[in-house]
């Protein structure tokens, strides 16, 4: 999975398909991510709670599964697929399939 915190991502599948924002986790084990003001929903808590201490019904954001998420490409300002590119100094990086635009720098250039 290519998603990381702070990714801006666009839902491509399900309720709210075409809505985007930011990732706020990313759970690897379970493939889930949660993602800003995407699914959410209501959770009714007694007066007390540390969130809420009047009680009552907080918004919060569910998980949502990452195949149902794609990066936005810097450049076309789309969702993109994506891809890892190896360098000649033998560190990768993650670009867009269409644009070839580069997204983040994997891993830092190997010293042999």
Same mark, same amino acid.
């Given at each position: 999975? &290519?998603?990381?915190?702070?990714?801006?991502?666009?839902?491509? *599948?399900?309720? @709210? =398909?075409?809505?985007?924002?930011?990732?706020?986790?990313? @759970?690897?084990? %379970?493939?889930?991510?949660?993602?800003?003001?995407?699914?959410?929903?209501?959770?009714?808590?007694?007066?007390? &709670?540390?969130? =809420?201490?009047?009680?009552? $019904?907080?918004?919060?954001?569910?998980?949502?599964? *990452? =195949? %149902?998420?794609?990066?936005?490409?810097?450049?076309? %300002?789309?969702?993109?697929?994506?891809?890892?590119?190896?360098?000649?100094?033998?560190?990768?990086?993650?670009?867009?399939?269409? =644009?070839?635009?580069?997204?983040?720098?994997?891993?830092?250039? $190997?010293?042999?």
């Amino acid at each position: 999975m &290519h998603i990381r915190k702070g990714d801006t991502v666009e839902v491509v *599948a399900g309720d @709210d =398909s075409g809505l985007r924002g930011a990732v706020l986790s990313v @759970d690897r084990k %379970n493939g889930k991510v949660v993602v800003e003001g995407i699914n959410k929903v209501y959770k009714h808590v007694r007066r007390g &709670h540390p969130k =809420s201490p009047q009680g009552g $019904r907080l918004h919060i954001e569910l998980a949502v599964d *990452a =195949s %149902n998420v794609m990066l936005i490409c810097p450049e076309t %300002n789309k969702p993109t697929r994506v891809g890892v590119k190896l360098n000649e100094d033998g560190s990768k990086e993650l670009v867009a399939k269409k =644009s070839g635009a580069r997204l983040r720098q994997l891993s830092p250039a $190997r010293k042999d």
